[in-house]
Every structure is written in structure tokens, then in C-alpha cells.
């Protein structure tokens, strides 16, 4: 049998005024295994460590329980204590006789027998108590970043500066994501593309980076520190490694009328096409929905162009698998159709735009050269109206609950673009409320409406109509009780945003859950807002989120340091209360599979032995490393195969009985 | 159903001269008029044995939890009911699919003769199904009852006459139609009695248990290899009821391990020697989790996932699960 | 909840529970009803054991603690990883041994310290305590309680009120095990 | 011989109930089970067994031993026998009856079991003739006479009249104190149970399993069964449930186990089932690993292993629970002819 | 300052099943409202006077009898309050204190047969106060 030891602490008078100590000392005494009995002052104190650690050598103690305060205070420091006697640090139980009994107990008799109880419930946990060795990993020392905006480039970024090697898997042709489309910034208006261009070069050039543009990951196995990744790298029936980015080939091509996805399909496009000017890697990729050459086999003109050879008809997909310690997902956004929005015309009037249509009409890149223009006609619009909340704040089944967050500041950014550019324009906003926290935010609002003369109205835009080759827009104006009636040329519509639908597959494939909105869930939402619930999955930007630029930036390097931290661990030490599968028990019936929210349990056909003989089962392997020890599966067990190691069923009801006798 | 009984061995015996299949589990020709034992077959000389009447209540479903690869491919003749069974079984790995050749059999209803002996008839020595009604032959003279008066209590309330899964199918259309009760109305009864009433019924039940296991035997779903009630390690392990709350423990226990996987198929009841109705404390899960998390029923199909291994975040709260009474 | 109807079911139910007839016939004192007298003219102080999650419901007991708000020392804490760790069986087992309550705390539903934890006890829970009611056991005995680590004053007053319903209970009679009374 | 009119049987019970506790066949649950009588209370003969057997009166489902109390670290024995109590049986029929002779050759053989013991010796058994066998019935194959079924006192309910035989010195001793409510059967009356008698014999020559013999189990014939090639498809139905086990009134297996009760251990013995996968678990596992092992045991048991200790005497009655309570209906009547036949002679 | 939660104003809540706590103050309703010039109190006020309990306001309001019951406001707003169903609601309650409630069903017909050129929405919005 075990031999225990009882330490009674004083803490002072904070227990000993209340309970009274000596009394449990002597009552615990005939308690099953209890050799030696004690009460010292403080036993947190380098007097009671040493106590402890004296009295385990010269007993020989198999387990200890203090009588102490709150285990959530002092269980390392008496673990540590004992570890140092050599004990295993986890034959230490803790009795909570301070803040779950003299602190709140008045009636030293009532009091003292609580504390009794409650280390006898201790004892009886001791007694089944075995020692317990935290698993050990490793790490492979390379991160993957699943997306290439701006939330991927920084995080990647950072983790390579840091030393460490880093994949980007971008599933368009070119990094740079949402970011890339937008003409100005707020709050400083400086250009997007002059401040995110750089950091793409940066990436590509990084000798620990490697791009993976146009890509997809196929499939996730493994688990912290040590992930297997399959990317597909689809074919782009361009050789990158003969093509020249001259673009030849583009000027060439027959087909022009694919729609141009970096102009939100305002503009045509050719089948072989380079997103952008600025596109990381300039490397074209033929479409090969649009391609004439594969959609009738009668055409050829970019391989005849290409003095390089790069045009490769045959090139197919290839699959790579890599292995990698950490995985940071940076899936974005979209802004999301507006099909149930027909009060604002949106799909009947070219004039009524979404207000990321409307920041390519600024760009001097976008579908109009930079200068603006009614699509319908071609016309420099005279009024312009812009639509706050189309889609957020909604409860209605059609729109988002959440607030997109960014579109205040956007909308204030291009009412001032507009107005900075042609101040005779008169531009009105319609807004439910403006939020601005934000540094310089709402100055920047205030100068929107202040120093450019953009009208801020207050209330809701009931219906856009085309009327006399205009558009009338039907508002109210909440402060004046007035309904409003307002020719404009332009509409502009702040499109709520929502997390890339390409996002659902990683999420899943990775076992980090969505919220409601299909944002990922973080660890915990106060403090561990990086961190998915899989261990070695982390957050960056919108995919977690609303949140502008700066956020994604700051987002995007805690989520690098988060994984710095990871990849600079040699071994991952894992906690060692985490469960355990009795394979001559286990059914094989996988309920502990599907409710485990770390993906920690596999199960495999297995030699087992059952009363002296062989038989192959399918049983549950547990993954120590994954495992955080929730107990979850231990319930979902029907036949009581699983366990969880530091708290296991004999464990609890030992406790449960010695409260109860 | 003797009806289809030709069909059946024609069947039997073609798969396994094909070699499609190396044994037949169905039922086999008993000693008096009413009691076939589930069976393998191993060859088609044996299959003139093979039956199949109102006597073949028990889920076979359950007996290919224990067979092994070794044996190679089965073919199983499967009831309605049945199938939802198997259905759970494959979802829990407990059956390999691809080993099992499933045959629905149409079924009019199974009977139970204790129903009979209940009626006070004796002695009996032959049933013979005419029409609507039974005409038992005993050694004490002829005596008639209606077949619905005579119907098993899991078959008084019929899942339906749809098999969950089969690889092929007999007399399926021909399944007569019988009277189908609600399956809650005797839960729901029990939920209109006072606590104290509803302990008192429930103290009477269970205190006639004696422990033989067969509810568990029987359980399609109650496939451990080893029972948390025979493992020693387990801290609640026994042989007997020792106690009234020992009484209630297995079987609450048994109930809830059972929640979200039970399919209904009335076995506990069927088997239990001592009359205890089993079923209703499943029957309460089932409507429970029917009435809380939406509909489900375990054996619909083998990809589901029981509600109890996932949520909803607007779940109800455990204090509140009385305001859904009657819901249902 | 709807009286009682008469019901064919209760109609065939012996108002006392006939034990296992033969077997136990000749006095077999194994089987027994625990007894009901109040103990030694004392005032009933019922046993209550409270499952607290390690992350949020013990912590805020021990913000109770730490904040001196006195609840009454019948209630004694189990601390378990997760609320999804408490097995119907330990809730069952305290019953058993003589507990007249129990109550499970854990993180709100949404703040699992293991994300999901706690949906999958709120299930689990809300079955069990419908099957027992379902068996005639007062409901009021089980609770499940959300009590966040911050939620020191809460965890005291929930403490204090169950300890108060369980009192007005009185002593747990039909799960008790009388083997465990002697 | 005595007899009374069974209109005036209550005021037999409540005689017999005056002194002794009085059980006898009432439906309880739904189920005609033997339960103590009280005034009022309607006694059912019209089924032919209770759904327990006799068995359970003297070889209790649990039974206290001991009690192991500690104090601090010390452990006092404590006897903790259930309270002795006189008792009557009323209804036994000529199985069950017959079955104790078989408990008492295992529990008197020496050592003797007090509990047992104590339980027979406070037991009178009273049975009554089954006037309408079963068609799983097969008693006579063991040699017992449903007619003529034995008991302290034996009963016929015939023409609605109840004719009383006491047997034995404590059957002769109730009589003795009973004697007031009776009239002498007188020589009609010994003519009326005469041709009882043989009515019961002439259902029993129809009887379905009339012709079930043992004849190949005789001597050694059981033990070269042991190996037969037909156990593994007998088997093949077998859940492995105790049903067979609990309501057969000859089987006696038990375990002795431990209770924790938290201020002590608490040690009582309970059926055991060797159907069971955990029947006489040892550390190794149980030595019957597989279900035919565990299957084969019963019936050896019954048709060779206790026969061959009990100079041939076979550890069934005949009652027909089995047949009618095992829930895949495979029982003793069909391994008794499926091995019955020489399939590789 | 603070919302009085007379009786009315829970009447009107239950009546039209309509939570007005929902309501965001964007003004969809009001700006979406075909009747807007012919009507005293805006939709969106019309809510939040419910909600503040000032029943009695809208009781006399001419907003009760301009409403279309065009459901413009219940189809946009975007936090699914439903303004319209509470005119209808208040509109009923205003009825009903003048002990002129329920039509009984027979009455239609004849509504329908005396004037061919009643508006359609007026034949089911009297349709669906007897639904009430």
C-alpha cells in the first residue's frame, strides 16, 4: 500500500483560525496509508518544502497530500517540492481548506470536519493515484501559412525573419489578396499598392519562403509539431521556370471576355492573364474555361508569341505533400452577394455598386482608368449616394448578425476620395450609426464630413429606383422624422463582409470549429484570441474576424510569435493528465472520435490480447501530444475503455465516497 | 409470413452455392409451434431447417457482433425493425458492411405466446395463423385468439415496414399492416403521473429484476466486450442487485449508455423474464432527444451522429428539460 | 407539470413495491427503505456534492473564498478538468453513498475552457435528469449550474440556495444505497 | 388424508399465515411469482409454475455473510445472517419440490451450509398436483410424478375440493395444528385423488416431450460428449444472459463478493451464472474463455459432471422454465436431443 | 427617461408577436414607408413608442388608418421587428375599446359583394383581423 503523508498548513491564522489544524492532523491519521501526519505555518514556505521533502526521505513516502490553500495557488510549488525528494510530482493531491473552507466557514467544529472530509477525499484520490510522465514530440521547425493576403504575407514575414522556413499556400495566382484590389487606405489615405507591394516582393524574395500561388491544401494529418500536408499546385500551363513575365502571350490572346475577377468582373480580362500589374509571381496562367486552345482545341497564339517556351498545353496538377510544425490559417474575406438586396438595384442598375466595385473605379489600375464614371453611361455622376449596413447588423435570415466593422471608415474614405477629386460631386451617406474607435479614426470621419462637405445622414435607405435615367433614392432622415427623396448617378453600397467560403474545407480538415458566422473560433476569445482550439493552429486576420488593416498586421504578427514559440522548442512537453484507451476494453466504436474537439483520437485494427489470447480489434489510439485532457470521451465511452490519467473513474468515485461516508 | 419461407431458402441456397455468401444466419425449426432459435447455416442440405413464422421475434442483428472475418461473408435475414440495428452497428464499427449480405423479410407483426399463456391457454401444441385470427391446437382442446391480441408488445407500436438497409429483399411489399400505436403514448402516460406515482411504478418494475443480463445480452447496441457491469476495474461492478439502488443503477445506467444509439427494436422487453418493460426507460431517451435536439432516431441510416456525441450552442438547459414535456 | 390522470399504467402499479418476490422473502434485510427519522432530534443538514470544472466553476469557488462569502459546509467540491468529465455514474455513485444533492458546475456554455466541453455536458445532463425524473426521482436534487471564474459571489449564493432546496427536500430516500447508512 | 372445500381455502392461509409467514403463488408486476400472502390477497394455481422457482426461498438471489468493521486501522468480524424466520411454501409443484433434493445434496454435503441449512429447516414445503401439465413439461423423465408431488404435505385441488397428505414429521405437525378446519377425505375422497391421479398421467403419456430420454447420458455417455461436433452449432444461439440459470430451480452456482460501505466491507454471496464471461474470474481470465465453453459447462454440469457425484442423478426437474423463459429459445430439451443423436457413430 | 412598461404596450407586444427591443433605429421602415407624407408618426418612431410604452399616443394616431398594411417595412427591416404588425396590433386594440371588434366571418361577403372596387388590402387586412 502506499505510504502517505499529511502536511496541514496553517497559512497563519487564514486556516488555523478556523480549522483546527491539530484535530486533522490527528484525525487523518487512521486513514488508509497515511504513515505520517503533520501541520506546519506555512507550508508554502521554504520551511514546509523542506518539511516535505525531509519527511518524504525519511518515510518513504509514495504520495503526499497538503491541506493548503486553492491548488489553482500552490499545486506546482508542492509538485516541484516533492519532485525534488524524487517523488513523482503528480502523487501530490491538494485539500482545498482555505477558500473552499476557513475562509468561508465561521464555526471552527463545522469547519474543522469539512477539512477533514476534504482530505480524506484527497487520501482516497492519492491511493489511486499512479506517477504520471508528461509525452514528449517533436517539432519540425517550418510553418505553413494557408492564405496569401496581407494577414498571410506578415505572418509569414515575421516567422521567416525570425530564421524559421515558411510556406504560403494562396489558392489565386498571385499573393496579395483583398488588399491588392483597394486604392487608398484609411486613416492616412496612403496607396495600398505602395504599401503592400513591397512586403509581396519581400515575400517572394525571403530565402526562407517559399510561394505556393495558385495552390490549394488537399489534406491535414498529424498533429502539433509535426503536421503532413498535401498541397495541390494547380496547373497553370505556364513553366514558371522558363517564363519571363513578358507578357506576350497576353497581348496576343483572342480571347478577351473572361470576366476580370481583380476588378470585381467590372472589366474583361484574356484567358492567359497576370492578375495585376504588380501580380507576385509575374507569372501568367491561361484559364482554361476561357482558353480557346481547350475549350475547342483550335487556337495556340501565346505558345506561337512565347519566345521562352514557357506554354506548357499538357502541365497538370501536381501534388506535393510537407511536413510542418505549425499552421497558421489567413483564409480572408469576401464581401457577400447581394442577390436578397433588390431595394437597391443592385443587380439591375450597372450605377449601384458594391463599395468594393466602387474602390477599383477609383484605382487608377481599376476598370475606368481612375477617373469616375457612371458604368451605365459612361457620365461623371453628379450626386452619389453611399449605403452603410447593407447585409450587417441584420436579423432578418437574410443578411449578417455581426457588424463588418470596416465599412464606416471605407465609406468616409472614398466620400473624401470622391470629394477630394471633384469637390462639384455631392456625396451623401446613410448611416445607421458611425463607428470610429480607432486611432485617428474619427477625425478622419469628422474631416470626411467637416473639411469635405460629405452629407452624413442619419437613417436607412428604403429603396433605390431607376427614374429618368437616374436613380432616385428613397431615405430617412431619422433626426428630422423627414423622409427623403434623392436623385443620384451612383449608389454605393457597403456590402457586408464575410469569411472566405474556401475557409469551411481547411476548418474542417484542421478540426478548428466555425462560429455561427463561419469565423474560426479562437482558443478562447479573451485570452488566447490567436490561437485555434487544435494545438499548433493559429489565427491571422479577417478569418477570425471583422477587423481592418492594422489589426490584420498586428493580428498577423502575434500569430507569428505565437508560432515562433512553438518552433522554438526543441520537444514538445505535453500535459500528462490526458486520456488513455484500455484497448482490451475498447469497442472500437469511434463515439470518442467524434466528440473529441482536439482530433486526438485515431483508431486502428490492433493485435490485442483478451484473456490469453490474440485478437485483432479495432480500438483508440489517443494522441498524448493533441490530447488536452478534457475528459469528453471518457463519458461518451460506453464500456468505460477510456479514461483520463490524473482524474480517472476509480479517482472521482474514491473521492465521491470518501465525501459521502 | 410462412409465406415467404420458399423464397427465403431458394435465396439462401443460391448465394451459397454461388459462394457469394459461406453461411446463412436466420431461424431455425424448433420443438414446439413456437420457438425457432436464431441459427447459421453452413451448407444447403441444412436450409430445410431454416424458418421463418410468427415466432421469429429476435433481432438477428445482434449475432454478427460476434462474427468474426474468419467465417467470411454472411448472409442475414433482417426484419424491418432489424435493420435499424444493424444500421447502428455499422456506424459504430461494431459490423463490417461489406461482410454482411442483408435480406428484408416482410413481417406481419411477431408474436409472443406468453400473451397466449396469459390468456390462460395451455398446452399448446400447434398455432395456426388463419386470417385475423390464431387457432391454437392444445392438449387441453382448440382454442382461437386474435392475432393483434397476441402481437409482441415492440410490434404494437411499428417502427414501419421500410428496411434501413438490404442488399436484396423478400415479401418487403407483402408485410401485412397492423395496428401501429404511438410509441411514446406510454411514456408520455408515465410523465402525467406524480413523481411519487411514477417511483412507484418503477420501484415495482425493477425490483422484479434478477439480474440475468438478458436485456444486455440481447441489446443490439449493448455490444461491449466487456461490460462495465462485469469489468471488476470498473468500481460498479456486479452480479446482483444487492440493493434497490443497484436495481435502479443498471438499469439507468443501461439506458443512458444506450441514448442516441438505441433503436427501438424492443428486445429488453421481449427478453426479459420477468416482464419488466425495458423499453419504456429507452423509449423516454428516444423522445427526449426527439423533443430536444430534433428529430433523430438511431438506425435511420448508418452516417448519422448521435446527438449525444454533439450540440447545438442553443441547446436547452439540463433544469429545463421538464418544460418540454408533452412537446412531442 | 400536469396531475395525474388515471392511467391504465398506474392503475396496474402496487402502491408499494412488492421486492424480489421469493428471492428476498424470508426478511432478506439487504433490501430495505432508508429510514426517515431525523438524526438525533438534530436539524437536517443535508450532504451536497458539488462538481466544479477546474477552469471556471472552481476557480470562482475559490474567488467565494477569497472574497469570505460564506455558503454552508455541506456543500464539498470535487474539482474535475471539465464539466464533460462527470460520468452519470459519479453523479449516481454520490447518491448512492449518501449525498442528498448534487450539482455540476461549469464554464458558461460558449467559455469552455476545451471549447465544447460543456455542450456536451449540458446533453448529457439534461437526459440524465429527465430520466430520473422520468424514474420518479425528485428533480430537485440535480442541478447544473454555469458559474464563470469571476462569479466568486455567484458560486456562494447558488451554493447557499441549493443547500437551502435541498434542505426543504430533506434526506435523499430513493437513490440512497441503505447498505451505506449502517 | 383431509380434505376441505376450496371456497373455504382463505381461511386455510389465514391459518397457516397465524404462525408462520405464508408464501404462495400471487401475480405481482404482471407476473404470478411466489409472494407473501395477506387477507385478500387471490392465490393463482391456473398457471403451472411461478415465475421464480422454489429454489429462491432457500438459496436466496443475495444473502449477507459477514460484516468487516473498521476502526481506524482495524478490522472486526462481524456474523450478519439475515434474521431466521418459520415459513410455509404453498403451491410448489412436483419439479420445484423435487429440485430441493438436489440443492441438498449440494449444500449438506459437508461442510454444510448453515444459511442453507437454517432455510430448510424453517421451510415447510406444501405442493399441489398439476392438474393440467404443460407441454413443457418433462419431469417424468427424471422420475417425478406430477401427480404425486411430494412436499411436507401434499395437495390436490380437485372438484372443488382441496385434499391434504402430509408426509413428513413437520407436514404432520402442521396437520396436527390445522386439524380443526378439516374434514377426513374419507374413501370417495381418496377415490377422487386416485382418478385425479390418473387423469394427470393420461396428459402426461400426450405430452410432447414424453419420449425425451437419457438413455445415451447414462453412465459415461455424457462425458464423451464433451467434445461432440454439435455443441458449436447449439451454441451459436446462446447470448450468454443467466435467464436459463436464475429461473432454473436446480442450478446453485454463486459468488461471494465485497461491499465497500464506507465504514465497512460488507460480504454476501449471489447466484452466479456459469453463462457468464466473468464465472469464476481469476486473474488469468475465466477459464472457459469461449461462449461454447461456457455453454457446454451448464449442461455438463447438469447431465454429467452432478450425476456422477450424485450416483447418476440428473441436476434438472423437468420444470420447463428454461424452455419457456430463454429469450432465443434454446434450453435443455433441445442439447439433450441434438446430442442424443449418434450424428458420427 | 426610462421605458414605462405599461399594460397596453405588453398587449400589443403579445398581439403582434413582435419584439420591439429588436428594433436598431436605422429607419428602413420610415424610409421604405409609401404613406410616409400622409402620416403623423413615422414608423420607426411608431416603434419606439411602443416600446416606451406610449400607447396611448398612438392610439389616437392617424397612422392607424393611413397604414397600407403594404408590409414594405416588415420585408426590409433588417432586424425582422416587423413595424406593420404592430400598427396592426394597436389598430386592433383601438377597435376593440370601442367594443367594435370581430366582424363575424359571414360579414365578408357582403364587404366584398357591396363595393367591387374596395381595395384588395383592405379585404385582407379584415381577413386577418378575424384571424386574430
Same mark, same amino acid.
Given at each position: ?661 | ?21 459461406? *453461411?446463412? %444466419? ?33 433481432? %438477428? ?89 397476441? %402481437? ?19 415479401? *418487403? ?101 420477468? *416482464? ?31 446527438? %449525444? ?20 | ?182 | ?55 429462491? &426461498?432457500? &438459496? ?165 460428449? &464433451? ?119 | ?132
Amino acid at each position: 500500500m502506499l505510504k502517505i503523508g499529511v502536511f496541514v498548513c496553517w497559512c497563519g491564522s487564514n486556516i488555523a483560525g478556523t480549522v483546527d489544524v491539530k484535530a486533522v492532523v490527528e484525525a487523518v491519521k487512521a486513514e488508509p496509508g497515511v504513515v505520517f501526519s503533520t501541520d506546519y505555518q506555512y507550508m508554502c514556505s521554504e520551511g514546509g518544502q523542506s518539511a516535505i521533502r525531509q519527511a518524504i526521505k525519511e518515510y518513504e513516502l509514495g504520495g503526499v497530500v497538503i491541506c493548503a490553500c486553492s491548488p489553482r495557488m500552490h499545486e506546482t510549488t508542492f509538485r516541484k517540492a516533492a519532485e525534488a525528494a524524487g517523488l513523482n510530482p503528480y502523487m501530490v493531491e491538494i485539500a482545498n481548506i482555505r477558500e473552499h473552507c476557513s475562509w468561508i466557514h465561521k464555526d471552527k467544529e463545522e469547519a474543522t470536519e469539512k477539512a477533514v472530509v476534504l482530505c480524506r477525499a484527497a487520501i482516497a484520490k492519492l491511493n489511486l493515484n499512479k506517477p504520471l510522465f508528461p509525452g514528449e514530440s517533436g517539432v519540425v521547425k517550418r510553418a505553413l501559412v494557408i492564405g496569401g493576403g496581407i494577414a498571410g504575407i506578415q505572418t509569414a514575414l515575421d516567422i521567416a525573419d525570425a530564421g524559421y522556413e515558411v510556406d504560403i499556400v494562396e489558392k489565386s495566382p498571385t499573393i496579395g489578396g483583398r488588399m491588392a484590389q483597394l486604392d487608398k487606405t484609411f486613416p492616412t489615405l496612403d496607396c495600398a499598392a505602395c504599401i503592400l507591394t513591397p512586403k509581396m516582393v519581400e515575400a517572394a524574395a525571403h530565402e526562407k519562403i517559399r510561394l505556393f500561388t495558385y495552390s490549394e491544401v488537399e489534406e491535414v494529418s498529424g498533429y502539433v509539431g509535426s503536421f503532413r500536408v498535401k498541397i495541390r499546385q494547380k496547373a497553370r500551363s505556364v513553366n514558371r521556370e522558363l517564363c519571363n513575365g513578358c507578357g506576350e502571350c497576353i497581348v496576343k490572346c483572342p480571347s478577351k471576355t473572361a470576366s476580370n475577377a481583380f476588378d470585381e468582373g467590372l472589366s474583361k480580362r484574356s484567358a492567359i492573364y497576370i492578375p495585376f500589374a504588380q501580380a507576385v509571381p509575374n507569372l501568367p496562367v491561361i484559364d482554361r474555361e476561357a482558353c480557346l486552345r481547350f475549350q475547342t482545341g483550335k487556337c495556340g497564339l501565346c505558345e506561337i508569341a512565347c519566345s521562352a517556351k514557357a506554354i506548357d498545353y499538357e502541365q497538370e496538377d501536381e501534388t506535393i505533400t510537407e511536413e510542418y510544425g505549425a499552421i497558421v490559417l489567413a483564409t480572408g474575406y469576401r464581401p457577400m452577394s447581394l442577390d436578397r438586396y433588390d431595394e437597391f438595384q443592385y443587380s439591375q442598375s450597372p450605377d449601384v455598386l458594391t463599395s468594393l466595385e466602387f474602390e477599383r473605379i477609383l484605382n487608377a489600375s481599376g476598370p475606368t482608368g481612375g477617373s469616375l464614371l457612371r458604368l451605365s453611361n459612361g457620365e461623371k455622376p453628379k450626386s452619389i449616394v453611399f449605403i452603410q449596413c447593407v447585409g450587417s447588423r441584420s436579423d432578418d435570415g437574410c443578411g449578417k448578425s455581426y457588424c463588418s466593422k470596416i465599412c464606416c471608415m471605407y465609406t468616409a474614405k472614398q466620400a473624401m476620395l470622391v470629394k477630394d477629386k471633384y469637390p462639384d460631386i455631392d456625396v451623401t451617406v446613410f448611416y445607421i450609426d458611425v463607428r470610429t474607435p480607432g486611432k485617428n479614426f474619427d477625425e478622419f470621419y469628422r474631416r470626411a464630413a467637416e473639411a469635405y462637405g460629405v452629407r452624413y445622414v442619419k437613417g436607412m435607405v428604403g429603396k433605390v429606383a431607376e427614374w429618368k435615367g437616374r436613380l432616385q433614392v428613397q431615405a430617412v432622415d431619422l433626426l428630422e422624422d423627414k423622409q427623403l427623396l434623392i436623385d443620384a448617378d451612383m449608389v454605393v453600397l457597403a456590402a457586408a463582409i464575410e469569411p472566405d467560403p474556401g475557409a469551411r474545407k481547411i476548418g474542417a480538415m484542421l478540426a478548428v470549429n466555425m462560429d455561427q458566422n463561419d469565423f474560426f473560433t479562437e482558443a478562447h476569445p479573451k485570452l488566447r484570441p490567436v490561437e485555434s482550439p487544435t494545438a499548433g493552429v493559429f489565427l491571422s486576420g479577417m478569418c477570425q474576424g471583422p477587423k481592418d488593416i492594422p489589426e490584420t498586421v498586428a493580428q498577423a504578427g502575434a500569430a507569428a510569435v505565437k508560432v515562433l514559440g512553438l518552433l522554438s522548442k526543441d520537444k514538445l512537453v505535453g500535459n500528462p493528465c490526458v486520456a488513455i484507451s484500455d484497448e482490451t476494453l475498447c469497442n472500437g466504436c469511434s463515439s470518442c472520435e467524434a466528440l473529441c474537439p482536439y482530433d486526438a483520437i485515431t483508431f486502428e485494427e490492433k493485435q490485442v490480447m483478451v484473456q490469453g489470447r490474440r485478437e485483432t480489434r479495432r480500438v483508440a489510439m489517443v494522441n498524448e501530444t493533441m490530447c488536452q485532457g478534457c475528459g469528453a470521451c471518457t463519458v461518451a465511452c460506453p464500456s468505460g475503455a477510456m479514461d483520463l490519467k490524473g482524474f480517472t473513474n476509480r479517482q472521482i468515485m474514491a473521492e465521491v465516497d470518501a465525501i459521502c461516508r | 409470413m410462412q409465406r415467404i419461407i420458399g423464397k427465403m431458402r431458394e435465396k439462401a441456397k443460391e448465394l451459397l452455392e454461388a459462394g457469394t455468401v459461406d *453461411a446463412v %444466419l436466420g431461424w431455425k425449426k424448433g420443438d414446439f409451434a413456437y420457438d425457432p432459435t436464431p441459427a447459421f447455416f453452413y451448407s444447403t442440405d441444412e436450409l430445410d431447417m431454416l424458418a421463418y413464422d410468427g415466432f421469429c421475434g429476435s433481432n %438477428l442483428s445482434k449475432y454478427l457482433v460476434e462474427y468474426g472475418k474468419e467465417k467470411g461473408k454472411v448472409l442475414v435475414f433482417l426484419k424491418p425493425c432489424d435493420t435499424y440495428s444493424l444500421n447502428q452497428l455499422v456506424s459504430e464499427h461494431r459490423v463490417d458492411r461489406e461482410n454482411v449480405y442483408v435480406v428484408g423479410v416482410g413481417c406481419d407483426g411477431m408474436l409472443d405466446v406468453q400473451k397466449l399463456r396469459d390468456k390462460g391457454i395451455a398446452g399448446i401444441e400447434e398455432i395456426e395463423e388463419a386470417g385475423e385470427d390464431l387457432r391454437i391446437h392444445t392438449l387441453y382442446g382448440l382454442k382461437t385468439c386474435p392475432r393483434d391480441e397476441a %402481437l409482441l408488445k415492440k410490434c404494437q407500436s411499428c417502427k414501419g415496414k421500410e428496411h434501413k438497409l438490404f442488399d436484396d429483399r423478400i415479401g *418487403a411489399e407483402e408485410s401485412r399492416d397492423i395496428a401501429n400505436e404511438d410509441r411514446f403514448a406510454e411514456v408520455a402516460e408515465l410523465e402525467k403521473m406524480s413523481p411519487e406515482e411514477r417511483f412507484a411504478f418503477w420501484r415495482a418494475a425493477l425490483s422484479s429484476c434478477i439480474r440475468c443480463n438478458a436485456c444486455r445480452e440481447a441489446c443490439p447496441v449493448c455490444s461491449c466486450h466487456t461490460c462495465i457491469f462485469d469489468n471488476a476495474r470498473s468500481g460498479v461492478d456486479a452480479k446482483a442487485n444487492a440493493s434497490e439502488f443497484e436495481e435502479n443503477l443498471f438499469h439507468i445506467i443501461r439506458a443512458f449508455h444506450v441514448a442516441g444509439r438505441c433503436s427501438d427494436c424492443g428486445e429488453c422487453s421481449r427478453v426479459c423474464p420477468q *416482464a419488466i418493460p425495458l423499453h419504456l426507460l429507452n423509449r423516454k431517451m428516444i423522445k427526449d432527444i426527439q423533443s430536444f435536439y430534433g428529430a433523430f432516431q438511431a438506425g435511420d441510416s448508418a452516417d448519422q451522429c448521435s446527438p %449525444l456525441l454533439s450540440y447545438s450552442p442553443d441547446d436547452i438547459e439540463p433544469d429545463a428539460f421538464d418544460r418540454w414535456k408533452g412537446v412531442m | 407539470m400536469p396531475m395525474s390522470t388515471e392511467s391504465q399504467v398506474q392503475a396496474n402499479a402496487p402502491a408499494k413495491a412488492p421486492t424480489n418476490a421469493p428471492a428476498n422473502a424470508p426478511a432478506n434485510t439487504l433490501i430495505n427503505t432508508p429510514g426517515n427519522e431525523e438524526k438525533d432530534g438534530k436539524a437536517f443538514r443535508p450532504l451536497i456534492v458539488s462538481f466544479c470544472c477546474n477552469w471556471c466553476s472552481y476557480a470562482g469557488a475559490d474567488l467565494a473564498g477569497s472574497s469570505r462569502l460564506t455558503y454552508p459546509a455541506d456543500v464539498k467540491i470535487i474539482r474535475v478538468p471539465c464539466s464533460c468529465r462527470i460520468n452519470p455514474l459519479f453523479i449516481l455513485r454520490a447518491f448512492q453513498r449518501g449525498a442528498d444533492g448534487v450539482i455540476v458546475n461549469g464554464c458558461h456554455p460558449g467559455d469552455c475552457h476545451y471549447s465544447t466541453g460543456n455542450f456536451y455536458t449540458r446533453r448529457r445532463m439534461a437526459l440524465l435528469f429527465s430520466m430520473l425524473d422520468f424514474l420518479g426521482i425528485e428533480k430537485e436534487r440535480t442541478r447544473v449550474e454555469w458559474v464563470s471564474a469571476a462569479e466568486g459571489a455567484r458560486f456562494a449564493s447558488v451554493m447557499r440556495e441549493f443547500v437551502e432546496q435541498i434542505r426543504r427536500l430533506g434526506e435523499n430516500k430513493k437513490l440512497g444505497d441503505i447498505r451505506c447508512k449502517e | 388424508m383431509l380434505k376441505l372445500p376450496v371456497s373455504q381455502m382463505e381461511e386455510l392461509f389465514a391459518s397457516i399465515a397465524s404462525e408462520q409467514s405464508l408464501y404462495l403463488p400471487l401475480e405481482t408486476n404482471g407476473l404470478i411469482a411466489f409472494s407473501r400472502w395477506e387477507e385478500g390477497k387471490q392465490a393463482r394455481f391456473d398457471q403451472l409454475h411461478c415465475a421464480g422457482s422454489v429454489k429462491d &426461498f432457500f &438459496f436466496p438471489q443475495t444473502e449477507n455473510l459477514a460484516l468487516f468493521k473498521t476502526s481506524g486501522k482495524e478490522i472486526h468480524i462481524e456474523e450478519n445472517r439475515d434474521p431466521e424466520e418459520a415459513f410455509v411454501v404453498f403451491g410448489v409443484r412436483a419439479c420445484d419440490a423435487g429440485s430441493l433434493s438436489i440443492l441438498d445434496r449440494v449444500f449438506y454435503d459437508e461442510p454444510a451450509d448453515t444459511f442453507y441449512q437454517t432455510r430448510r429447516r424453517q421451510g415447510l414445503i406444501i405442493t399441489v398436483a398439476c392438474n393440467a401439465p404443460e407441454e413443457t413439461c418433462f419431469c417424468h423423465t427424471f422420475g417425478l410424478d406430477a401427480a404425486d408431488p411430494g412436499g411436507d404435505v401434499a395437495v390436490w385441488l380437485l372438484e372443488d375440493m382441496l385434499y391434504w397428505d402430509s408426509r413428513t414429521e413437520k407436514g404432520h405437525a402442521l396437520t396436527e395444528r390445522l386439524r380443526g378446519l378439516f374434514e377426513e377425505a374419507g374413501d370417495q375422497g381418496e377415490e377422487t385423488v386416485r382418478k385425479g391421479k390418473a387423469d394427470i398421467g393420461k396428459i402426461i403419456d400426450r405430452l410432447p416431450l414424453r419420449d425425451l430420454s437419457l438413455e445415451r447420458f447414462a453412465g459415461d455417455g455424457m462425458m464423451e460428449k &464433451f467434445d461432440a461436433p454439435q455443441w458449436e452449432s447449439l451454441q451459436e444461439a446462446c447470448l450468454g444472459c443467466g435467464t436459463c440459470t436464475f429461473v432454473c430451480p436446480t442450478c446453485h452456482c454463486y459468488d461471494i463478493r465485497d461491499f465497500d460501505t464506507g465504514h465497512g466491507i460488507r460480504r454476501f454471496r449471489c447466484w452466479d451464472s456459469c453463462m457468464f464471461s466473468d464465472f469464476t474470474l481469476m486473474a488469468h481470465g475465466n477459464p472457459r474463455p469461449s461462449r461454447l465453453a461456457r455453454f457446454r459447462q451448464r449442461f455438463m454440469h447438469k447431465l454429467a459432471y452432478y450425476p456422477e457425484n450424485h450416483e447418476g442423478l440428473y441436476a434438472c426437474v423437468g420444470c420447463g422454465r428454461c424452455i419457456t423463459k430463454c429469450p432465443v429459445s434454446m434450453n435443455i430439451t433441445k442439447v439433450i436431443k441434438t446430442l442424443g443423436v449418434d450424428q458420427h457413430a | 427617461m426610462s421605458p414605462v412598461r405599461s399594460e397596453p404596450a405588453e398587449i400589443v407586444t403579445e398581439m403582434s408577436g413582435v419584439n420591439p427591443r429588436k428594433c436598431m433605429r436605422c429607419g428602413k421602415c420610415s424610409a421604405t414607408c409609401p404613406s410616409f407624407s400622409k402620416i403623423d408618426i413615422p414608423p420607426h418612431r411608431f416603434v419606439m413608442m411602443v416600446e416606451n410604452g406610449e400607447i396611448e399616443a398612438l392610439l389616437s394616431s392617424q397612422l392607424l388608418w393611413k397604414c397600407l398594411s403594404c408590409f414594405a417595412c416588415v420585408e426590409r427591416c433588417p432586424r425582422g421587428v416587423e413595424p406593420s404588425k404592430l400598427v396592426e396590433a394597436v389598430r386592433l386594440l383601438q377597435i376593440r375599446g370601442q367594443g367594435k371588434n370581430y366582424r363575424t366571418p359571414d360579414d365578408v361577403p357582403q364587404f366584398v359583394e357591396a363595393d367591387e372596387e374596395i381595395p384588395q388590402q383592405l379585404i385582407t387586412s379584415t381577413l386577418r383581423k378575424y384571424s386574430k
